[in-house]
């Protein structure tokens, strides 16, 4: 019913940036709030930053004052910019999304994920 999908991962050097989206299509009544996460290799999902459907953000501590969430609630489309990227950034990054569908269920919906390899 809806479909989340990324792009804009990479390779890139310590210290270098990276921007990703997520555009998310299919039956959307709305779409409440909007997330990256990010696994590590061997190492679990862990929240990186999330923005609400009004624009309030909350950032991970590892990630604050480095990447910036922001949305187009227009486009149905999240990014996150980082900046200053270290190599324990390197992740697959995963798109997610709160979304209201159009028979008024509620779904919690999943990007296939983007490689982000960072280089020291």
């Known amino acids: 019913q809806v479909q989340l999908v990324e792009s804009g991962g990479g390779w890139v050097q310590a210290g270098g940036s990276l921007s990703l989206s997520c555009a998310a299509s299919?039956?959307?009544?709305?779409?409440?709030?909007m997330a990256w996460y990010r696994q590590p290799p061997g190492k679990q999902r862990e929240l990186a930053a999330v923005i609400t459907s009004d624009g309030y953000t909350n950032y991970a501590d590892s990630v604050k004052g480095r990447f910036t969430i922001s949305r187009d609630n227009a486009k149905n489309t999240v990014y996150l910019q980082m900046n200053s990227l270290k190599p324990e950034d390197t992740a697959v990054y995963y798109c997610n999304a709160d979304v209201r569908v159009i028979s008024r269920s509620y779904l919690d919906v999943w990007g296939q994920g983007t490689l982000v390899t960072v280089s020291s």
């Open positions: 299919g039956s959307i009544f709305s779409i409440n709030d």
